[in-house]
């Protein structure tokens, strides 16, 4: 389970405010990628606490309202699938990594930032893989992170309903490549990660 012990030793190393840093849908076909910024007290007690990705949906849900009302500061930023398209999928996540810093209420004197490149940033920041199992800060910004891009997949499905986007999130099941074989790329689709579409009508 994550904890503060990170934090704590960026605090005695010189940087009182830490961040946590972290990304969700980097891999799906489709939709924005979202990063998030969060600022927690440290040693505040969240119940629950975790990597995103080990928890349901209902117990993110419960969790973003938690650290939403009780962080010292937060904030969302999404890439949107443009970006992405005219860059890469990296570059973009990056990018809108920093956005998010710089959208903080309150200005950090180090990021902890989930995974191992930090290309780019403006403050000192300290990448950690598997840093949302490890920091609560980052598990945190995981969570804002995963929950603010499920919703946003709830809209794209709500406009594009023959995808299923509300059940794969975006992801390459066989039920949304098939879909997307039937159907047709939306304008939401990240051309690269598409590819396969035009190799298989060569």
Do not use: W
């Not at 209420?105 to 893989?129: C, E, H």
């Not at 309903?161 to 509300?166: D, K, M, V």
């Amino acid at each position: 389970m994550p904890d503060y012990s990170l934090e704590k030793e960026m605090q005695e190393a010189g940087f009182p405010v830490v961040c946590g840093v972290d990304e969700a849908g980097r891999g799906p076909l489709c939709g924005p990628v979202c990063a998030a910024a969060c600022i927690l007290p440290l040693g505040l007690e969240i119940p629950g606490l975790n990597d995103s990705k080990k928890l349901s949906e209902s117990k993110r849900e419960s969790l973003f309202e938690q650290i939403t009302e009780q962080a010292v500061a937060y904030a969302v930023c999404f890439g949107s699938v443009e970006e992405i398209n005219e860059t890469d999928i990296l570059s973009t996540t990056l990018h809108t990594m920093r956005r998010a810093i710089e959208a903080l209420s309150v200005r950090p004197d180090l990021a902890l930032v989930d995974g191992n490149i930090s290309r780019g940033f403006t403050l000192p920041v300290r990448t950690v893989v598997h840093g949302d199992a490890l920091s609560c800060s980052i598990a945190a910004a995981s969570i804002l992170a995963k929950v603010s891009r499920d919703r946003l997949c709830l809209e794209m499905d709500r406009e594009y309903p023959q995808y299923g986007i509300a059940r794969h999130k975006g992801y390459g099941t066989k039920e949304h490549m098939d879909a997307l074989r039937k159907y047709g790329p939306a304008p939401i689709y990240r051309t690269k990660f598409i590819r396969f579409l035009n190799e298989e009508q060569k």
